[in-house]
């Protein structure tokens, strides 16, 4: 059997040291997964090891968050097993459809992004922070995420790369730069991205490879796509990702991109209310859970 290897791409904001957070990513994992195919998790269960986290955030923000603040919460997400009615009514209620709208207008119209409400604004900013590549930075991150890759592929080993948020962009630009400069043979098995940024026109247009022809456009070295977008998540607009990358498809780069955005929820909460954006409530669902143990499952 070909060796398995997931690598998970976390999001933004400073995150808990590396070994914790792993943890509890691959708890949170695994629990969708045993919700969806509770052989597949007792045949992963055994893998642990085959998990691999790249842990940029203290590159980008020289900060540790304190995991004790999200560990009841996360308790009592792996409690919880579907969507209540009240996180259904708050993720398509008329505040976040406003929000919504504000941010798709903010994606065509990019000078208003300063007039949005200041969270929005401030996460734009930040985001544009990695596009940057202030004291080259965004390279210091991508370097972490090529080093494992590399490896992995040289090994010839079955790769699922996962990628959330803004470690979807990191993701993609790593997977670009691999393809056009160091022209790295092999391919990721499955790219899955998570309540990803992909889909807005303000990131593609500062996408490695944005204005180059043809395939020198693209990342040359994914065989699938899966995206995954949660009713609710203002980060993840733009959802059709078989519409945003259908040049992918036509220059026969990849064999399929599918999404997966109606009637997902993610039902993560703390003490500020309702994330339908958090890694952890990403995971932990069934429907995330299943295309992984299909991948897993998968013969050679």
Same mark, same amino acid.
């Given at each position: 059997m070909q060796k398995r290897r997931i690598i998970f791409v976390p999001g933004k904001n400073p995150k808990p040291p590396?070994?914790?957070?792993?943890?509890l990513l691959w708890r949170t994992m695994l629990e969708g997964v045993r919700r969806a195919e509770p052989e597949c998790? &007792?045949? !992963?269960?055994?893998?642990?090891?085959?998990?691999?986290?790249?842990?940029?955030?203290?590159l980008y923000y020289k900060e540790i968050k304190d995991i004790s603040r999200d560990l009841p919460w996360i308790d009592a997400l792996i409690n919880t097993h579907m969507a209540s009615t009240e996180d259904i009514r708050e993720a398509n209620s008329w505040n976040r459809k406003f929000y919504s709208l504000l941010l798709t207008l903010a994606d065509i119209f990019p000078f208003i992004i300063p007039l949005l409400p &200041?969270? !929005?604004s401030s996460s734009a900013k930040e985001t544009n922070r990695y596009f940057t590549n202030k004291d080259d930075t965004a390279c210091d991150?991508?370097?972490m995420l090529k080093d494992e890759l590399r490896k992995c592929l040289a090994n010839n080993e079955k790769i699922l790369l996962i990628g959330h948020s803004l470690g979807s962009v990191i993701a993609y630009d790593t997977l670009w730069e691999l393809s056009h400069l160091e022209h790295l043979p092999g391919k990721i098995d499955l790219f899955m991205t998570l309540g990803s940024p992909l889909g807005m026109k303000y990131i593609q247009h500062r996408l490695m490879g944005y204005g180059r022809h043809n395939k020198k456009q693209y990342p040359t070295n994914i065989r699938r796509w899966t995206n995954v977008s949660a009713e609710g998540d203002l980060v993840a607009l733009g959802k059709d990702f078989s519409k945003s990358f259908e040049s992918m498809l036509a220059l026969n780069l990849l064999e399929s991109i599918d999404n997966h955005s109606e009637g997902i929820y993610n039902f993560f909460r703390?003490?500020?209310?309702?994330?339908?954006?958090r890694s952890y409530g990403y995971l932990v669902n069934p429907a995330v859970g299943k295309i992984i143990a299909d991948w897993w499952k998968e013969d050679d």
């Open positions: 590396a070994d914790q957070q792993r943890e998790f &007792k045949e !992963m269960l055994r893998h642990s090891d085959d998990f691999k986290l790249i842990a940029w955030t203290y &200041k969270p !929005m991150i991508r370097d703390n003490e500020e209310g309702l994330n339908s954006h």
